[in-house]
């Protein structure tokens, strides 16, 4: 089956679109925001927190987003969560000053929260209507958007903040999820029907009580928690606040790095989508460890940074959507928007800690070109723990 006959799906296509315009005004805003950090005089530590924090969310709320998400009408939540980032996403504009950076930070982790638990519902949807085939070509095809508009957005986001500034950036950015709004409103849904009637404590403890007596789930989600190692957004920030400035303006280095790597995101699944399988899965966390080591050592030159930056997200977006593929095949579906939340989380703080160890390292005075390698080498680990546990389990 083609993405495009995948495409074809009435639901896949209408929640693509959805997708695809979201998640553009979401990386559209994020160069505004770090670059507007950068402005305010911001150092690493509140660079790699206010990362961090983006990503706390879907650590903290996770367990209760899963009992939400198996109780709730999908529609009615999404359409919540989208109003939600609109209102967020407009009050950035009144952010002036780092006198203001808590009030940021709560805006971002609630507007964070939305994305996420939104993220986390979709995922738990269409393993309900969806299957076989089907269902990896639609989590590729997510990621691939993902990629499109990461790559899109920073490039586009980049040269609006550069241009235009921070405020327009952001009322740009609430248009873009008045429109997904929009398109929500047409949209008809009917999965399988799954209903909970359990309170919300007690759906907490037999989500987390499945994970546990299914051992094979649990490893897997702590494979997937890996591809947290690329959340790269301090480190390119840093990069372009400390190394490149002399070069190239901030807001324009952070859009061309994040652009460069989205675009090996977007590319990458083309080739390797039909040749990754259990077999081979631990030569793909070995070859993204080299590429991200070969990014660290390249990083002392702009231009052949990007090359090997290039390189480092060739693998991310497959190796992404096909272990959380493994995750939702063996799940059981009545867990499923439990699971997935739980999956988010630990996949979240694995973000959350790979940006704060990027902030606290370069503060303490590791070099950028040392934290990236040591990034790459966590892969190499997590090469390992695949192989033992496809010994074990496959």
């Not at 911001?42 to 990362?51: G, L």
């Amino acid at each position: 089956m083609t993405y495009r006959e995948t495409l074809q799906h009435p639901i896949v296509a209408k929640l693509s679109l959805i997708q695809l315009i979201s998640y553009f005004g979401t990386w559209f805003s994020q160069v505004a925001i770090f670059s507007m950090l950068v402005a305010l005089g911001a150092d690493a530590t509140t660079i790699s927190i206010t990362a961090m924090v983006s990503m706390l969310p879907a650590v903290i709320l996770s367990p209760l987003t899963g009992s939400l998400i198996d109780r709730i009408d999908f529609k009615k939540l999404m359409l919540t969560l989208l109003l939600i980032e609109i209102a967020m996403t407009l009050g950035f504009i009144l952010i002036d000053s780092l006198a203001y950076i808590g009030v940021l930070l709560l805006l971002i982790f609630i507007r964070s929260a939305a994305s996420s638990m939104l993220f986390s519902a979709e995922m738990a949807l269409f393993p309900r209507i969806l299957e076989g085939e089907m269902l990896k070509n639609t989590n590729e095809i997510h990621s691939i958007i993902w990629s499109l508009c990461y790559a899109l957005g920073m490039a586009v986001g980049g040269i609006t903040t550069y241009y235009w500034g921070y405020d327009a950036s952001f009322a740009i950015d609430a248009l873009l999820y008045g429109m997904a709004v929009l398109i929500l409103l047409g949209l008809e849904i009917a999965p399988r029907e799954i209903t909970h009637t359990d309170a919300v404590l007690k759906m907490l403890k037999d989500g987390f009580s499945y994970i546990i007596g299914h051992k094979k789930i649990l490893h897997l989600i702590l494979l997937h928690s890996s591809i947290g190692l690329t959340s790269f957004d301090a480190l390119i920030t840093l990069l372009a606040d400390y190394q490149y400035k002399a070069l190239i303006a901030v807001p324009l280095a952070i859009g061309i790095m994040n652009a460069t790597r989205a675009l090996g995101l977007m590319i990458g699944p083309f080739f390797i989508g039909k040749v990754i399988s259990t077999n081979n899965l631990h030569w793909f966390f070995l070859l993204q460890g080299g590429a991200i080591m070969l990014w660290g050592m390249s990083e002392y030159n702009f231009y052949l940074g990007l090359v090997a930056l290039f390189v480092t997200g060739f693998f991310i977006t497959t190796l992404w959507s096909y272990t959380y593929l493994l995750v939702q095949q063996e799940t059981d579906p009545h867990f499923m928007g439990r699971v997935i939340s739980y999956n988010d989380m630990l996949f979240m703080l694995s973000s959350a800690m790979t940006a704060l160890f990027i902030g606290y390292a370069y503060t303490f005075g590791l070099s950028l070109e040392s934290v990236t390698i040591l990034l790459g080498s966590g892969f190499v680990l997590f090469a390992i723990y695949y192989r033992w546990f496809q010994r074990r389990y496959l």
